[in-house]
């Protein structure tokens, strides 16, 4: 298992950005696949971007593509989401995980970090 700390939340106006960070402690973080999952109140969980060990695999939901970006530092135990161009609709929970697989599936993952809340104001 490797415990996931998220930072970076906080309220920005639409069109701002924000930039994310999951820290990781425990296993060996490099040899896991990362990902961004987000849930808005009252919907569903869904994903956001994952990307490979060594980041050569990356994968985006078409609501972000283009204005997320994910990435990762190894050596410093950490994965990253710069989120551009914020839109009112990007509001939610933003929750890092980490897999064992590069996936966008949610059941692949088996730790999860407690979540950062984001808000886009109109």
């Known amino acids: 298992q490797v415990q996931l700390v998220e930072s970076g939340g906080g309220l920005v106006q639409a069109g701002g950005s924000l930039r994310l960070s999951c820290a990781a402690s425990?296993?060996?973080?490099?040899?896991?696949?990362m990902g961004w999952f987000r849930q808005a109140p009252g919907k569903e969980r869904e994903f956001v971007a994952a990307?490979?060990?060594?980041?050569?695999?990356?994968y985006y939901a078409d609501s972000v593509k283009g204005r997320f970006t994910i990435s990762r530092d190894n050596a410093k135990n950490t994965v990253y989401l710069q989120m551009n161009s914020l839109k009112p609709e990007d509001t939610a929970v933003y929750y890092c995980?980490?897999?064992?697989?590069?996936?966008?599936?949610?059941?692949?993952?088996?730790?999860w970090g407690q979540g950062t809340q984001v808000t886009v104001s109109s």
């Open positions: 990307i490979s060990w060594n980041g050569g695999i990356l």
């Open positions: 425990g296993r060996t973080f490099s040899s896991y696949a």
């Open positions: 995980a980490a897999s064992g697989i590069a996936t966008m599936r949610s059941t692949d993952f088996g730790s």
